[in-house]
């Protein structure tokens, strides 16, 4: 769904400020460029009635994976431990079988636990290594379209400059972000001046000594 579309949703629902919306509406229809307290007006509405959720992305999936992989395990092995009790006070034979069972379980989750713990520290180590990274949420986007960008940086000292260029390598859009405990994102309109041609357009980052960069595809 395009930047326009849920406008005019906005507008038919009566969602917002009505006229602002309609203004907005006229003004992206004119030269595509709206400002940014406008795009964030926009957005907000968008995600409370079209959407209904949050647009934030604070950490990465697979930080979030690991937490919730080490949390489970203490459930499950308290589980066994329980169930083996349980066994072994109504049958004594029971009992024993349970308590096998229960000390295999307890070897094969700390194995678990050991390989969760790798894979965590690998992970950080990794993201050690890049100071500044940035993403978008598509690969691909057509005119109006809202391309949501966002990043990590190691660094909240410096600002950072965000542009895209277009398949011709001129610099069409930038704006400079200050991070916000290492994080940063924003949010730009599809088409304008320098959108004319389709193609693979590069969205850049630069960050002091540091610099990154992506490529999605634009279709004009």
Do not use: C
């Not at 940086?153 to 290492?182: L, M």
């Amino acid at each position: 769904m395009t930047f326009i579309t849920d406008l005019d949703d906005l507008i038919r629902y009566r969602h917002g400020d009505v006229k602002k919306l309609r203004e907005i509406r006229d003004t992206v229809r004119h030269d595509n460029f709206i400002t940014t307290d406008d795009k964030n007006y926009v957005e907000s509405l968008i995600t409370t009635y079209l959407k209904n959720q949050p647009l934030d992305r604070s950490s990465s999936p697979k930080q979030s994976d690991a937490k919730i992989k080490l949390q489970a395990k203490p459930t499950t092995s308290s589980s066994s431990k329980s169930d083996s009790a349980s066994n072994f006070s109504s049958n004594k034979k029971i009992g024993i079988f349970s308590g096998v069972a229960v000390a295999i379980a307890i070897i094969v989750i700390a194995g678990f636990a050991v390989t969760d713990q790798t894979d965590t520290t690998d992970f950080v180590l990794s993201t050690t290594t890049d100071p500044l990274s940035v993403n978008v949420d598509q690969s691909t986007y057509q005119k109006a379209d809202i391309i949501s960008i966002s990043g990590v940086s190691s660094s909240n000292a410096e600002p950072i400059e965000v542009s895209i260029e277009n398949t011709n390598g001129v610099k069409i859009w930038y704006e400079i972000i200050n991070p916000n405990h290492g994080e940063f994102s924003t949010l730009v309109i599809a088409g304008g001046g320098g959108w004319e041609n389709g193609g693979v357009y590069t969205l850049k980052v630069k960050q002091d000594d540091s610099a990154n960069k992506i490529e999605f595809k634009f279709v004009a």
